[in-house]
């Protein structure tokens, strides 16, 4: 097994296909029914996972880290908001299977989510962090993203009121008035 430190190099990251829903549900529900990343307490079925992946299998936004033939890891981006004013604004989620945390799998990940967002011209990227986890804040603050504000007690998991944390990457430079579309 290798050391928590090492990267794990024989990790590819590509576009998530449907037939990664299974693959990506687990690793969701598992997140749901252990952490305190997702606050929800009810696992998906299976074509619930199925319909939330082909969602943004649409838009081009879900991305699957493989390792040896097996989906370690998902990334996706989606709207933060529905109201047209926020077009250029998406949310990340990234999560890496059990046990595969601290090999980089998360890095690559947010990477190409990173570059897929602004290839996808979107202006900005907000990460949403229960303010507990530190590992997400680290990874987040390592690709620049920055503090925007913490909303104290907005949700609830496991009996607790959770904190949120929310972190924000500007992916392009300021523009002109007048000239955002």
């Not at 890891?73 to 004013?85: H, I």
């Not at 945390?101 to 962090?129: E, F, K, M, N």
């Amino acid at each position: 097994m290798l050391p928590i430190y090492e990267r794990d190099r024989a990790v590819t990251v590509r576009p998530a296909c449907a037939g990664d829903a299974e693959a990506v549900r687990a690793i969701r529900n598992h997140a749901i029914e252990h952490s305190t990343a997702l606050w929800t307490e009810i696992p998906q079925s299976a074509a619930e996972g199925a319909a939330w992946l082909a969602r943004h299998l649409e838009r081009g936004s879900a991305f699957v880290a493989e390792a040896a033939g097996e989906v370690v890891g998902f990334a996706v981006f989606a709207p933060w908001r529905d109201l047209e004013g926020y077009r250029h604004t998406v949310e990340d989620s990234v999560y890496v299977r059990e046990g595969r945390h601290g090999l980089g799998i998360g890095s690559s990940l947010l990477a190409t989510l990173v570059t897929a967002a602004r290839a996808a011209g979107h202006h900005l990227v907000i990460a949403g962090i229960e303010s507990g986890n530190a590992a997400s804040v680290r990874l987040h603050e390592r690709f620049g993203f920055e503090h925007a504000g913490t909303v104290r007690e907005a949700g609830i998991k496991f009996g607790r009121r959770l904190d949120l944390t929310l972190m924000r990457l500007a992916l392009e430079e300021a523009v002109a008035p007048g000239s955002l579309g």
